[in-house]
Each structure stands twice: as structure tokens, then as C-alpha cells.
């Protein structure tokens, strides 16, 4: 059974830091990996979709990269601003998708 | 483009009620799955359907039924409501059963009493 842990649980930075959000999976036989925000008591916003043949997407100031023989990826954020503040879920595919519990972010102005 | 749409929003139910859970896609996605997410357990899925008419289990469907008859629709019905469902509920969908990113919906707050 495929799991997906996220490191850290939690992370508070002052703004305009750099900030890398980790996440891990035991079975490397993945489609693809997705990593989605969540604002507090809302749903869930794609923000980078790697394939599993892809090593890295980019857009904006997020960087995703997928080892996916490590099974690995990370999530990094350039000049962080209050407004990232949120819970950063990373999700695998295989047979279907499974998620991670989750970074919680805290950007301080 | 309305993406992925879940009605209501936010529901109260009475142990032993039943009810269904609405959740309607419009971008001709096949592949269709419903999750619950709860604190400390993050995002578990209940079922799924690779398309029209084909429905499967996922990690918790216990309680829960769904059916796919149209590409667009995949309610999820609560039988007999018990404490134990309350969360709240996520329908997504996506290109294919493999390489497609996913696209939720805003979510359904449900409490059983």
C-alpha cells in the first residue's frame, strides 16, 4: 500500500524567506504526483502536476522536483509572502491517488 | 468553466437520516472519486468511477454508496448517517484513470448529531 509522508508537519518562516516543503512515497511505481494548497476550510487548489517521466515543473515562484526512484519530491518556494500561508498536500497516483497529512505554513509579514 | 461542483456546501443531519451528497463535473472528465478528509487523518477515499456505469471502493466505503449512470454526475448517498461520518467530503475528477492531474470541488461540511 502506497504511503505518502510530508516533512515537515508544520513551519513558520518570516517573509521572504526561501522554503523547501518535503515529501516522500514508499512505491515508485507512480503516474504522476500532484501538489494541491488548501486555505483553512476550504478545498483544494492544484498548483504543479509532474509526470511521472518529468523531473521538475515550475511556475511562478514554485519549483516541484520528482526523484521518483528516492521516491521523493519537494515543493520549494522563492521569497515566501504572507499570502502562501496554507496547509501544502502532496498527492501520488498510482491505482488512485494518495495523500500526504500535509506541510502547515505560517508566513510572517 | 465551472470545474467541479458539490452541493450543499454545509449539512446536519440525525443519526439514521439518509442523504446524498451532489457532485457534477463539466470538463468530460472520465474518472471521478469521492474523499473525506478529517483531522489528523488527511484525505482517505471512500469510491471511485473510471467512468459511466463503473464504480469501485476505495479505503473507507463503508456506509457509503455511489453510482455513475452520466459522465458529469457521481453522487455519494450516506445510507444511515452515524456520528462517525462527519467530515467533510471532497468529489474530484480527472482526465483518464493514470496520467491526469485531479480537480476538487469546494467541499460538503456534514455533521451527524
Known amino acids: 500500500k502506497q504511503e505518502v509522508t510530508q516533512i515537515p508537519a508544520a513551519l513558520s518562516v518570516p517573509e521572504g524567506e526561501n522554503l523547501v516543503l518535503n515529501c516522500s512515497f514508499t512505491d515508485s511505481a507512480i503516474y504522476n504526483l500532484q501538489w494541491f494548497r488548501q486555505d483553512p476550510g476550504k478545498g483544494l487548489t492544484s498548483l504543479l502536476l509532474?509526470?511521472?517521466?518529468?523531473r521538475e515543473q515550475t511556475s511562478g515562484r514554485l519549483n516541484a522536483s520528482l526523484d521518483k526512484s528516492s521516491g521523493r519530491s519537494t515543493l520549494y518556494i522563492a521569497a515566501s509572502q504572507p499570502g502562501d500561508s496554507a496547509t501544502y498536500l502532496c498527492a501520488v497516483r498510482d491505482n488512485d491517488m494518495r495523500f500526504g497529512a500535509g506541510t502547515r505554513l505560517t508566513v510572517k509579514p | 468553466n465551472a470545474g467541479v461542483t458539490q452541493t450543499p456546501k454545509f449539512q446536519v443531519l440525525k443519526t439514521g437520516q439518509s442523504m446524498t451528497l451532489q457532485c457534477a463535473q463539466d470538463m468530460n472528465h472520465e474518472y471521478m472519486s469521492w474523499y473525506r478528509q478529517d483531522p489528523g487523518m488527511g484525505l482517505r477515499l471512500i469510491h471511485y468511477?473510471?467512468?459511466?456505469?463503473?464504480?469501485d471502493q476505495g479505503e473507507v466505503p463503508n456506509g457509503y454508496n455511489v453510482s455513475r449512470s452520466t459522465t458529469e454526475d457521481f453522487p455519494l448517498r450516506l445510507l444511515s448517517a452515524a456520528p462517525s461520518q462527519t467530515s467533510v467530503y471532497f468529489c474530484?475528477?480527472?482526465?483518464?484513470?493514470?496520467?491526469?492531474?485531479?480537480?476538487f470541488g469546494s467541499g460538503t461540511r456534514l455533521t451527524v448529531v
Open positions: 468511477s473510471v467512468g459511466a456505469g463503473i464504480t
Open positions: 509532474i509526470q511521472s517521466s518529468q
Open positions: 474530484a475528477s480527472s482526465y483518464g484513470d493514470s496520467g491526469g492531474g485531479y480537480t
